[in-house]
């Protein structure tokens, strides 16, 4: 059975979303918690919370152990933008985009390979 949680409007562009991400794709839900608790980056907070609600929802939702959860997908995608505008030298105007990112994590029950 498959479990998804969702975050959007995180306020770190997707390209330095994505390094994080890619630290805990594949991994158990409880390791995940734990790599990104002591993550350095940003995104690793809203992560470690994305990752408790996908647990909390496989167990609320589905009357799944959350320590038969593994990451089946996780990504980061584009999210809306905030376009901005700073004036430059003679009269011209330099373009500031403010990007944010769209998180999704798909988690799946399965018994841990002996």
Partial sequence: MEVTASIQRVRVS???ARLVV???RGKRVLDAIAIARFLP???AVELERLLKSVAANAENNYDLDPEDLWIKAIYADD???LKRFKPK???RV???IRRSCSITVIA???QERR
């Fill in 22 to 24: 890619d630290a805990v």
């Fill in 14 to 16: 997707p390209r330095k």
């Fill in 89 to 91: 030298a003679r009269g």
């Fill in 79 to 81: 999210g809306p933008q």
């Fill in 108 to 110: 799946e029950d399965r």
């Fill in 94 to 96: 330099g373009r500031i």
């Fill in 41 to 43: 980056q940003k995104t």
